[in-house]
Nanobody, 122 residues
């Protein structure tokens, strides 16, 4: 079992930055693939970024590539999402997730946090 708790969301102006954190507990977080997803009102949950257990490889969709960076510190059982050049369309609830297999598909993730709201608005 893995428990995940996100933090760091908030209100930011377009062009601004935020850093989300995902604190894991309950088991060896370093053995899991970690990812961030987001969900805007009325839309499906969308893949944002993922990172392999060792942290050496990352994956992004085109919508955030070059603006968002996922990282992890396995010594602290924490994953991060650095978001730069934020746009109003990035507004959503952001979720941290973990799984045993590499995937961009939400249903293949076993463990989820409660989500943190990110709002990009002037």
């Amino acid at each position: 079992q893995v428990q995940l708790v996100e933090s760091g969301g908030g209100l930011v102006q377009p062009g601004g930055s935020l850093r989300l954190s995902c604190a894991a507990s309950g088991t060896t977080f370093s053995s899991y693939f970690a990812a961030w997803f987001r969900q805007a009102p009325g839309k499906e949950r969308e893949f944002v970024a993922s990172i392999i257990p060792g942290g050496g490889r990352t994956y992004y969709p085109d919508s955030v590539k070059g603006r968002f960076t996922i990282s992890r510190d396995n010594a602290k059982n924490t994953a991060y999402l650095q978001m730069n050049s934020l746009r109003p369309e990035d507004t959503a609830v952001y979720f941290c997730a973990a799984t045993n297999v590499p995937s961009r598909v939400a249903r293949e993730y076993n463990y989820w946090g409660q989500g943190t709201q990110v709002t990009v608005s002037s």
